[in-house]
């Protein structure tokens, strides 16, 4: 579960940015709220809805991990003399020039067997404006297996110094092949060095439909294949669609001449419909169940931009429900995600409602419901952002 994000110097950020999850002790004890495995005192929302105008920062924000996780996982595979990828500054004034900070508190294990613990990860990157995104100028990594911070590893530039729990000493030959545009946990995961693999291997954990700079936008081709090599994904879904989507029985994956096709069978229709003739929230449901599906069944998180696009807005509530069910959801799956849709906040407490503002010139902000002073629990969030109270809404004209 993710319990802080810190940005600096980021796409639409400027001045540091601070989102902390971790629900207040003075809050009620509901299904929305789970103990972190780390520590079971800490609550964190198990669903966040993110808010704001267009342009205002929201997948700028969910981008804040994807970038981190792309960088951890797949940076050793960059061009040597690239930039690194998914990294650029503020475009404004002297912002070029600045680094890109991006740091991202989570539960994690650090070595084989650890109990959870809150993992602190932390990144800067320097910038140019002839190539943007350009060279670690720090990493590091964190753990707090006794309440307190001890470092795994840290870099300074290429200087390179390790804790006691990451397995390797600073006269490494491995730590030669770490360049300045790499991740230290992405090299050092080439060279079997099993922390760094594992690493990797839990980042698996973070489903998103945010590809590169947009979203996965593919339509349901790209999806089908996963559907057929794992039967019980489709019938999973089916059980969903026959539930959810009035008059729709089954879909059904065949093989055609071009690859794998998809076909849906209707109460009272003679034939089978494809894909293109479902309405487009049928289609965009089913692009992302197996995300949901896989955070669900085995912990997690989901990060889903825009989730409400295309989507009937009494579905929203069904679909959080599943996060707050402790047989459904076993494992602390986390849902973060963002939408425009402002009837869906009267569906979510204040403490899992964050805004993105972003006004004409000027840089994004972000900040909790739960920050915003005499904000009681018991009024409509929905008619209190539709009135302006809570901010973050479009000013047109």
Known sequence: MIHRIVVENFYSVADRQELNFRVPANAPDLAAFRGAPSDPDHR????????????????????????????????????PDGPVALFSPYASGDWWE???????????????GAPASVVRYEVQISNDPKKFACDVLYEGLFHAPQGKFRRV??????????????????????????????????????????????????LQGLQTNIVGLGKNSGGLNP????????????????????????????????????GLVATFRHTGLGCELLAAQESMGTQRFIEWFPRLLYVL???????????????????????????????RNPNGAQLLFTAHNPSMLDDLEKEQVFFSEKRSGEPTRLYGARDIKGLRREPSLMKKYLSGELGAVPHIG
């Open 153 to 202: 590893f840290e870099r300074h530039r290429q200087q390179f110094s390790f804790g006691r729990d990451f397995g390797i000493t600073s006269g490494d030959p491995r730590l030669l092949s770490i360049r300045p545009n790499a991740s230290v946990i992405s090299t050092l995961a080439q060279f079997n060095h099993k922390p760094s693999s594992d690493l990797i291997q839990a």
């Open 297 to 327: 069944d085995h912990g997690g998180v989901a990060v889903l931009d825009e989730m409400d696009a295309d989507i009937h807005p009494l579905l929203m509530p069904e679909l959080f429900r599943w996060f707050y069910d402790g047989i």
């Open 98 to 112: 600045r680094p890109s900070t991006l740091v991202i508190e989570y539960d994690g294990r650090i070595g084989e």
């Open 223 to 258: 999806i089908l294949p996963l559907y057929a090599q794992h039967p019980n994904y489709l019938q999973r879904l089916n059980a969903e669609l026959s539930r959810l989507d009035l008059g729709l029985e089954e879909m059904k994956i065949q093989r055609g001449d071009a």
């Open 44 to 79: 964190l929302p198990v669903v966040i809805g993110l808010f704001g105008p267009n342009a205002s920062g929201k997948s700028t924000t969910l981008r804040t991990l994807i970038s981190a996780g792309t960088f951890i996982v797949s940076s050793f595979s960059s061009p």
